[in-house]
C-alpha cells in the first residue's frame, strides 16, 4: 500500500502555527482536517507519516518520533557509554545516566491498534523517550503536550559523587556522632550500694 | 507511691500513704516547718531537692528544713538527713503536728556519721546547735502565740533578737575578732533557755552578747571604720524592732505612745552624735517595747512580722517627703509613693503566691520575705529624704536600673543577692579567679566522696565480719563528711556562679535596661530566680536568649527544665544520673531556644513515657552523613505517622513518641539538628489540622504500588533497603512523609535555579509539595503543573534524601524541556519573521517568461505560483524549525553590554545535520542558507541558489529576524547569542505558574558603581517597590548571573518599611533603618557593657595564646585599650583592634614564616616583599575576624534594627540562611547581611550582591 500513502510536509503558517500539507497542495490545521483530506493515513503502513503529523501538531518539533527504534537505541547508548558513570548530577547538564535506561524491545515504530495509533518520541535537550497513543478515529481527540507520556526507565546505579559543593553551605559535612554503650550506660544514675548487716566491729569473720 | 501534688500542706491521707509507702522501701524526702506543723514530702526516686521544692510548694518554709532518706517501720519513721545541720526542733514539731492528725509516729533522725537521736517526750528538750538558733527562737515564739502563751509577746521579742545578732556574729567570725567564739555559744544557749521557759537567762545572754557585739564593733579603737560598723549595728538592731515599736504606737496608751516616740527622737538625734547613748536608748526601746507588749493579751495585738522602722537620719531629711511619726509602713499615709510600693508589694504577692514557687508572701524568710524588706527600704528611703534615698539608689543602682522594666525581678534579684551574698561571706567580687577556685573545691570535693563511695563498695565486698563492719562504717563516716563537704563547696559555687549570672543579666546582659529584647515581668522573673536555682543552665539560657528568636519561651521554661533536670529527668522507674541530667538539660534547653515553645511543650508528655532511656530510637546509628542522619531520622517519625490505610495521624502515642525520640531522645541529642527540629514541628503542626490532614492522607492513599523501576530505587534508598528488597506502597507513604519531615533547602549540593521554586511551595503549599514527592516515589515520573513530565533522576548524591533531591533534579530536566521549548518558539517567531521576506523571491523566480502569456492565463499562472510558493514557504518554515535545536551550556557566560555585568548559562543554538553550534552571525546566515537550500530543493551551486543566499545575508533578512521582538537596542533578538541567564525563570514557571515572569526591581549598579551605603539603600528601595501590594509568602527572586532564590514579602520586620507610595517608603526608610543606624553608630556604649564586649572577644584569644610573648601582647594590648569611659561602637571597635594589633602581628609573622618555609620546602622562592606582604595580610586576617565578631556582638547586644527580605536557600538540618539588611553600628550605614538562625549570627555579604541586578519573577 506504500504507493498509496498520501503524500504529507510538516510547515508552519504565516501565524507560526504548525500545518501539514498533503499532496503538495491542500495546507491542514488540525488532525480531524488531516484525516478528512487524507483518510489513506489510517492505513497501517502511514502509521509513521501520521505520527510526524499527530506530534508536529502537539507540539511542533518538541518531540521527534522515533522511526528507527534501533537507531534511536544505538544514539541512546552511545550517548550513556559518553557519559562519565561516577559524574555527580550538575545543574544545567542534561546527561541520560542521570534518569536511567528504556527497555528498548518496548520502543517500536509507529503502528496502528485499531484506529489508535501508538508511537515513540523523544526530547531536548536530551533523548528521553515518550511513548504517545491516541485514538487518530476520534474527532473530537485534543492534542497537545500532554500527549507525551514519559517511558519507564530502569535507573543506573547511583553515581555515588557527590555533586559540586555549594561554597555558601555551611551545613556540619563531618559524620555524625554515635554515642557509645558505655557513654549511654553512664547517663543512667547508679543504684544505691545496699549495705547490710553492718554488725560489731569485733564480729567473727564468717 | 507517694503523692507529690503540690497541695498546702499533708492530708491524712497522704501521710498515711507516706508511712505505708516508706516501710515497702526507702523514700527520698523533705521535712519543712510550715505555719501551722509541718509539711512532709517523700518520693522513692524524685530527688530531695525535688521534695523540697514540692514540700515549699506546700507551705513549707525553707529557713527550717531538712531532708534526705527516710523508711519506716511500725510507729517509727527513722530519716537519715544529709548533713549534721539540721534544725533539732523540726522532728519534735513533727511529732506533735502528726499527732495533731491522730498520727502517732516516732521520729528518729539519724545522722550521717550513723548516730540517731530520738525524741524524748520532754517538750522542751531542745537541741541547739550552731545556724539554727534562730529557726530555734522563732519557733518557741511561734509556739508560745500559738499556745496562748502569756510569754509569746516577751519571746517573740527574744527571738527577733537572737535573728539581728546571728548576722553580727557571722559578720564578725568571718573577719576572726576575737572572743566571737564565745558569743556564738551563748547565742546557742540563749535560745536552749528560751526553749527551756528560762526567759529571764536568755534575755540576760542575749543582752551580754550584743554588748560583747558593740564591743567587737568598737574594737578598741576609735577608727571611722568601726564606728560606722557600730552604728550600722544599732540601726540594724533598731530596725529588726520596728514591728513591736509599730505595734505599741498604734495600740499602747497615750503615755506610752508618748514615751517610745520620744525615744525614737532621741535614738535619732544621738546615733549620729554618740554610741553609747544611742546603745543605752535603744535598750530602753527594746525593755519598754518587751514589757508593754507583753501586757497585751496575745492575738490582740499579735507580733507582727517584723518590718523596718525609719533609719535614723538625723536631719537629713530636710527638702525630704513629709516624715509623719517615721514609722508608717510603705504604704503610710505620709509617702505620696506609698501606692506604688504597695503596687510593687502585690505585684511580687500575685507573682510568687499564684506560682506557688516560693514562701508565702506573709510568711517572711525565702526571696519573698526578703523581696518585701526591700520593698520597705526602698519605700523608707524616699520617705527618709533624697540623702538616704540618693545612698540607697547608689548602692543598688545596678537593680533600680532594671525595676522600671522588671519591678518583681529586681526584687527578687536583691533578695538573690542577698542570700549569695551570705552563702559567700560577703560581698566579694566574682573573678574569674574566684569561680576556677570554687569549681577546683568543688571537684576536689567530688573526688573524695567518689573515693569514700568506692571505699564503701570494696568494703561492703569484704568477707562479712568485724573488719568488713569496721571498714564500712569507716567509709560511710568518709561519704557523710565528703557529702557535707561537697555540699558547702556546691553551695558555694553555686552562691558565686549565680551571683555571677545576675551581674552580668542585669548590667550588660538581657535583663540590663538598655538590652534590646524586653521580657514579660514573669519571665525576667523567671531568669532571676534560675540564677538562684541553677546559674550554669540558666547561663545558657542567657546565651539563648541573647541571640535566638525565643527567648520568652526560654525564659518562660528555664524553671520547667531545672525540674526536670533536678528529678533525674525520671519516668518513675529509672534516672538520669546527675552529671548527664546536667548536660542533658543543657542540650534540651538550647534545642529549645532555638526551636520554640512547642518544644518546650512537648517535653513534660516524652520524659513520662520513659523513651529517654531508650537507646537509639531513630534508627541513626552509624550514619555516615548528616544527610543519612536526617534521612533515618525523619524515616522514624514518618512511618510512624502514617496508619496502615494511608490516612495520617500525628497525635497517635506511636506518633507522638517516635516525635519525641527525634526531638529529645538523648542519642538524638547527640546530633543535634534544629532546623530540622523546627520544620517536623512545623509540618506536624500543619498536619494537625483534620482538614490538612484529611487531604495528606488523600495523597498518601493515591499512591500506586511502585512498580516503576527508578520509583522503587528511590524508595530503597529512601527506607534504607537493600538494592533488590521489595519495596510497596507503605514504602512510598513513608519515604514520602520523611521527605515531608525535612526542610528542602539547597544544603550541601544542589542547583538553586530548581530549589528555590521547590522550595517556594514546600514552605507556601505543603500538600503540593507532598504531592510531587508522592508522584516521584510512586511512579518514578514527575510532572510540574506547567511543564512536561519526566522519567525522574535517579542519580541522587548518597546519604541525602533520594524522593526529595529527584524532585529538584527531576523538575530542572523538565525546565530544560519546557525552556528548549519556548526558546525554539521564540526562535521560530524570528526565523519566520525572516523567511517571510523570502516570500517574493519564491514567488518570481519561476516566472520568466509569463509575461508573453495572455492575461487571463498570466493571472491563472500567478495564481498558481502563489499557492505553490506559499506552501513552499510553509514548507520552509517547517523544515527550518525541524533543522535547529539546543544545547544549554550552564557555564557560559555573557556580558551585559549596557552596564558590563556578566551572566552565566544560557542555550545555545544548534543545527542538527549537519552538527554544528550556533555561535556567530556568520554560521547562522550559513545554516539558514543550507537549510532553505535544502528545503526548496536547489542545489547550493545552481545559478537560482545565489538569491536565496544574498537574501539570507540581507540587511532586510537579519533585521526581520533581529528585531522581531522590537526595534530598540534591548529588544534585540540574536539567534547566535541567545539571551543569558540561569533558569530560575523557566523552573518557577514550570512550578508556579505559565504566565510568571521576570521583572527588574534594581538594575545593576553599572561601572563604576555607586558607593555601598548608597547602593545598599537603592537596592532596598527597589525591592520595597517590587514587593509592595504582594500577598504571597514568598516570591522567587534573581540576582541576574548569580543565584535564584525566594523573598520573603510578609516577614514581619518588613511592616515597618512598606508604604503605598514611594515617599511614604521613602520617609519608612528613613525612620525605621537609617535614623536608627545612625543613632546605632552615635550611641555611647556604658562603660561596662563596652568593656564586656571588648573581653568577650579578646579573652579567648588570650586564653588560647600559647605561648609567653603572645600572652604578654594581649594582656598588654588589653590593658592598655581597655575601655573606661563609654565609647561609641567605632571608638570599641578602634580599641578591640588597637589591643589585639601587637597580637596579631606575633600571629601573622608566625603564619607567613610557615607560609614561606612550606613555599620553600617544595623549592619555591619568595621574595622578601611578598613575605612582608603576607605578614601584613596575615595579621589583618586575625584582625578582621575579631572586628567581625565584636560588628555581630554589637548589632545583637545594641539592638540594631533587621529586616529579612529574603530566603537565600541555604541551609541545613542545622540551621538556615536568610538576607538581612541592617546598620552597621560602626558606620551607621545599612549593610547587607547573611543571617544564619540558629543561632542568629551574621556575615557581611560580599559587593556582588548588591551590585547584582534584582528581579523577580510573579
Known sequence: MTDGIPQVVLGVDDASQSVVIVEGDTEVGSLAALVAAAPGLLHPDAATSMARAVAHFASGTDYRVITDPAGYEASYRAQVAGEDPGAAWKAGVYRLRDHGMPDFAGITAPAYQGTRLVFFAYSAPIPLPYRVEVDVGDAGVTLGPDIFRAVSLTPFPPSGATPSPNPQFVGATGVPVTPTDAERAARKAKPALVVEDVGDDDAPEE | MAKDDATIGNSVAELEEIVRDCKKKPHNFALLKAKEGVVLKAHPLKSCDVMFRAAKDAGGLPAISMTGTMTASGKTLEMTVTTDEFPANLPKLAKKHFMSMKLPLKVVVILPNGQRIEDSDDDGNVEVTEGNEVAVAETVAEAAQTQDDPDAARKAALANRIKAIVPQLRDAAARALPGVDKLSKAVQTAATEMANAGLDRAEKLIEAVEAGLRQLAGGGNNSGENEAGLREKLVQEFSVMGGDLRTLLQGADKAVTGKVTSLIGMFKAEIERDLKKSGQILSLLRNMATSELAKAQPGDTGVQPPTAPPPPQGNDNAGGPPQGDGLAGPEGDG???????????????????????????????????????????????VKDGLGKAAEFVKDNAKLLAIAGDYPEAALAAQAALQDFDETLGGDIEITPEVLAKASEDTGAAKTLLSDAQQALEDA????????????VKAAQKAIADAQAALSKAQAYEKAAKGKKVIEDAITTGPLSPNAPKKFSGGGALEIIKGASRDPDLTATALESVRTGDHHEA????????????????????????????????????????????????????????????????????????????????????????????GSVDVDSDEAKGAIGDALFNPDVLSNPRPALSSHMLKTVGFLKDPANATKAGDILKGVPEPTDPNAQSLVRRATGKGDTDAVDKDDVRNSVMASMLKPLDQGPV???????????????????????????????????????????????????????????????????????????????????AGLTTLSDAIKTKNLSGNSGLPPEEQKKKQEEEDKKAALRLTKLKGDVAAAFSFIYDPMDEVKDSNDGSSDRGRYILKLLSPEKEIRKKEDFIEA??????????????????????????????????????????????????????????????ALHGATLSQTQMTAGAGKPPPDEPTRTKDLL???????????????????VGMHGFNALPNHPSLDKLKGDTQTKRDKAMEDNLLKPGRDLRDTKVPVDKAVEMFMKELQPWLDGAKTPELKKAYTDGIAAHKPTAPVTPAELTAAVKAASKDANKIRGDKDAADWKKGKTDKGEVVSDTDFDKRKVEEAAAYEKVLTDKLTQRMMTDLGAPEFVIADTNWGSGADHRFFVIAPDPNTGDPVMWQKIVPPGSLIK???DWIDAEWAKID
Open chain 2, 1021 to 1039: 528601595a527597589g525591592f520595597m517597590t517590587g514587593m509592595t501590594g504582594k500577598t504571597d509568602d514568598m516570591i522567587t527572586l534573581r540576582t
Open chain 2, 460 to 471: 561492703n565486698a569484704m568477707r562479712k565480719g568485724g573488719k568488713r563492719n569496721k571498714a
Open chain 2, 928 to 989: 539558514m542558507t543550507t537549510v532553505a537550500l535544502a528545503s526548496l530543493g536547489i542545489d547550493k551551486d545552481a545559478p537560482e541558489a545565489a538569491t536565496v543566499k544574498d537574501h539570507v545575508k540581507s540587511d532586510a533578512f537579519i533585521n526581520a529576524v533581529t528585531q522581531v521582538f522590537g526595534a530598540a537596542k534591548d529588544d534585540e533578538y540574536l539567534p547566535w547569542e541567545l539571551g543569558s541567564g540561569g533558569q530560575t525563570t523557566e523552573a518557577t514557571q
Open chain 2, 1245 to 1247: 555579604v560580599t559587593r
Open chain 2, 335 to 381: 509617702a505620696g509613693d506609698g501606692n506604688i510600693f504597695k503596687k510593687i508589694k502585690e505585684t511580687v504577692k500575685g507573682v510568687f503566691g499564684g506560682k506557688k514557687t516560693e514562701d508565702t508572701v506573709e510568711g517572711g524568710g525565702g526571696i519573698v520575705g526578703d523581696v518585701m524588706s526591700l520593698v520597705d527600704k526602698i519605700s523608707q528611703a
Open chain 2, 750 to 832: 544542589g542547583s538553586c535555579f530548581s530549589t528555590a521554586p521547590t522550595r517556594r511551595m514546600r514552605e507556601t503549599d505543603p500538600l503540593g509539595a507532598m504531592g510531587a514527592y508522592a508522584q516521584i516515589a510512586g511512579t518514578g515520573k514527575y510532572k510540574p503543573p506547567f511543564g512536561p513530565e519526566v522519567a525522574v533522576v535517579t542519580n541522587t548524591p548518597p546519604g541525602d534524601d533520594p524522593v526529595m533531591r529527584s524532585w529538584e533534579y527531576s523538575l530542572a530536566t523538565s525546565t530544560a524541556q519546557r525552556a528548549t521549548s519556548s526558546t525554539k518558539a521564540s526562535l521560530g517567531s524570528a526565523n519566520n
Open chain 2, 554 to 645: 526560654v525564659a518562660g521554661n528555664l524553671g520547667k527544665m531545672i525540674d526536670l533536670k533536678d528529678a533525674g529527668f525520671t519516668d518513675g522507674t529509672s534516672t538520669m544520673s546527675e552529671e548527664y541530667s546536667a548536660k542533658y538539660a543543657d542540650q534540651l534547653l538550647k534545642m529549645g531556644g532555638s526551636v520554640g515553645p512547642e518544644y518546650f511543650d512537648r517535653i513534660d508528655g516524652y520524659m513520662a513515657t520513659g523513651r529517654q532511656f531508650g537507646d537509639d530510637p531513630t534508627g541513626e546509628a552509624g550514619s555516615g552523613s548528616f544527610g543519612e542522619l536526617e534521612q533515618r531520622r525523619t524515616m522514624s517519625v514518618g512511618k510512624a505517622m502514617v496508619k496502615d490505610d
